[in-house]
């Protein structure tokens, strides 16, 4: 091999120097960017209890999360208590949260409720049995040591049970499973988790972290609407997976992640703090889609989970391999956009067609039907309780557990309001007779939601317009591109295709309308206006575009 010149190394050291200077300005960029947009969407991410140990118990460690942190945007760190069974140790935990304070971070703990105690039964095999008095001594001193060391704590979303121990029978007598889980997870919530806390430390607030399967809350005893008045704040998991349709489950379709962060807020009354995603199933292109549906639910906050697995090339936490290092380059790429789309998104009332998911009901065979609804194309006002004066409405199997469900569509329906029922709900409707009215549509479901990704075009028209005839539009788009409707003047359109797509959307009151934003940027959209009608013409594959009107 050939000696290389001096003077070659020469230039490739001076490339290596401009190449380090470059990413150094970036970062520096990000970081101050990050800073400056904190007032509508805090990045963090959370150094669970094995990375205060490996990573955070060393000032070489604590540099490089320090450096990391900034290079990516993240403005706040939460750092993690207890894991599995594992203590962080305490002087490590303080140590890395003055550092972060040192260096300008807003600094939280948490603490991920698994391996606590007594072993429960149950599938998932790290939830614990809280009949037990090991369990819930345990837990109190876990948030007692927490809360001596921060002022909030977030709660993983592992604060459930699934015991069928010979315990939880007795205690359960003649109650149904979800009721007894949801009222002991209530007390145990209240007894063994914030009121220890706040003996020691008085002023700590306390977040629980829901996670993604909204459906199934309350059969382990997430029981959302006292749970989140107990506590100081929600959060979500919004950590949506790579779908695939042929396959089961075959992950979760994007759009979850959105209507779970407006559901969970509106349970709450306000209350949601932030969604977390992570890179567990992913590729860049649905991470940066999680961290975008999670902004579009007006998330205050943007979880990263968590630092350990992000530095890792093949991620396979869990399990379920991933692409850490390049879903976060394509983070960092995206937050300039993600910060000026929650700008936009920021507290502006959400307009379309009323979905309500009611807390605890039952989704027979129509599991996460409101996720795939908002692939149609329908702009949707997720909310958790059935407001009659909607406009138009979407009313799934759920509507059952409302009292007196069928006045109240026929109230709507004499009134000429356009309603869209699932058939699983017009089989079991106690007034036969309303399927009859004009005003009424059946959308076949037929047990398998996933099955309406597969409508076309001409089939979701007729849908979309009987629909969207009360707000004034129309929408033609293909299946897979959603749409969403804010304040009076502003819509936004997300290509969920591997391919561009032709949409049009009528507007009744229209005499402009320009771009205002699109993610990422280097996407294309065509715009052209006739009259009240708007044409986009090869909307990127995976972009996200925001136009405002008047």
């Known amino acids: 091999m050939r000696k290389i010149s001096r003077k070659l190394l020469t230039i490739l050291f001076g490339i290596m120097i401009v190449c380090m200077s470059v990413t150094s300005l970036f970062s520096q960029s990000l970081w101050n960017t990050a800073k400056s947009n904190k007032d509508v969407l805090t990045v963090s991410t959370l150094f669970i209890a094995e990375d205060v140990k490996e990573y955070l118990s060393t000032p070489a460690g604590l ?10 945007g993240i403005t706040k760190v939460f750092i993690e208590s207890f894991r599995g069974g594992y203590y962080a140790d305490r002087n490590a935990m303080i140590k890395a949260r003055d550092r972060f304070l040192k260096e300008g971070f807003e600094v939280a703990g948490c603490v991920t409720t698994v391996k606590v105690g007594k072993p429960g039964t149950g599938g998932w095999g790290m939830t614990s049995c809280y009949t037990s008095k090991a369990t819930l001594d345990e837990l109190g001193k876990i948030f007692e040591i927490t809360a001596s060391v921060f002022d909030v704590i977030m709660i993983d979303d592992f604060l459930f049970t699934e015991c069928d121990c010979e315990d939880c029978v007795a205690a359960r007598g003649d109650q149904t499973w979800s009721k007894f889980r949801c009222d002991l997870m209530v007390k145990v919530s209240r ?11 008085p002023k700590v607030k306390i977040i629980i972290k829901y996670p993604l399967w909204y459906d199934s809350f309350h059969e382990r005893g997430y029981e959302v609407v006292r749970q989140s008045n107990d506590y100081d704040y929600t959060w979500i998991g919004t950590e949506t997976r790579d779908y695939d349709y042929d396959v ?13 962060t407006r559901w969970i807020n509106d349970v709450s009354h306000g209350k949601n703090g932030g969604g977390w995603i992570d890179a567990l199933g992913t590729t860049p292109k649905i991470y940066v889609e999680q961290a975008r549906q999670t902004v579009l639910g ?13 530095l890792d090339e093949t991620n396979m936490y869990s399990g379920k391999p991933g692409t ?35 807390p605890n009901s039952e989704p027979l065979k ?8 908002g692939m149609l194309g329908l702009p949707l006002v997720p909310a958790s309780q059935i407001n009659t ?3 138009s409405a979407i009313f799934t199997v759920h509507s059952l557990k409302e009292p007196g469900f069928s006045g109240k569509l026929q109230s709507m329906l004499s009134s000429g309001k356009p309603v869209v029922i699932t058939d699983g709900l017009a089989k079991l409707l106690s007034n036969q007779k309303l399927l009859e009215d004009k005003n009424l549509t059946v959308l076949k479901v037929a047990g398998e939601p996933k099955k309406l990704l597969k409508l076309t075009r001409e089939e979701l028209k007729p849908i979309r317009d009987k629909l969207l005839a009360p707000l004034g539009l129309k929408f033609d788009a293909p299946n897979k591109v959603s749409l969403y409707l804010l304040g009076k003047n502003c819509f936004i359109i997300e290509n969920f295709n591997d391919e561009p797509v032709d949409v049009t959307i009528d507007l009744a009151l229209l005499s402009e309308i320009h771009q205002t934003l699109i993610i990422p940027e280097e996407g294309k959209a065509v715009l052209s ?20 009107y008047r």
Not at 191 to 201: F, R
Not at 248 to 260: E, K, L, M, R, T
Request: with cysteine; glycine share 6%.
């Open 324 to 358: 850490p290092i390049a879903d976060v380059i394509a983070l960092r790429k995206e937050l300039p956009g993600l910060f000026e789309l929650a700008r936009i998104v920021k507290d502006k009332p959400l307009g379309g067609i009323h979905l309500p998911k009611l």
């Open 63 to 72: 540099d490089n999360a320090v450096n990391w942190c900034k290079q990516t």
């Open 529 to 548: 206006q006739i009259k009240n009608s708007v044409s986009i013409k090869g909307l990127s594959p995976r972009a996200l575009v925001v136009y405002e």
């Open 389 to 391: 004066n909607a406009e």
């Open 191 to 201: 007894e063994n988790i914030i009121k220890p806390a706040q003996a020691v430390n």
């Open 298 to 310: 007006n998330a205050r906050e943007l979880m990263l989970f968590h630092y350990g697995s992000l």
């Open 366 to 373: 129509e599991q996460y039907v409101f996720s795939i609804l």
């Open 248 to 260: 089961s489950p075959g992950g979760d379709v994007q759009y979850n992640a959105y209507f779970i």
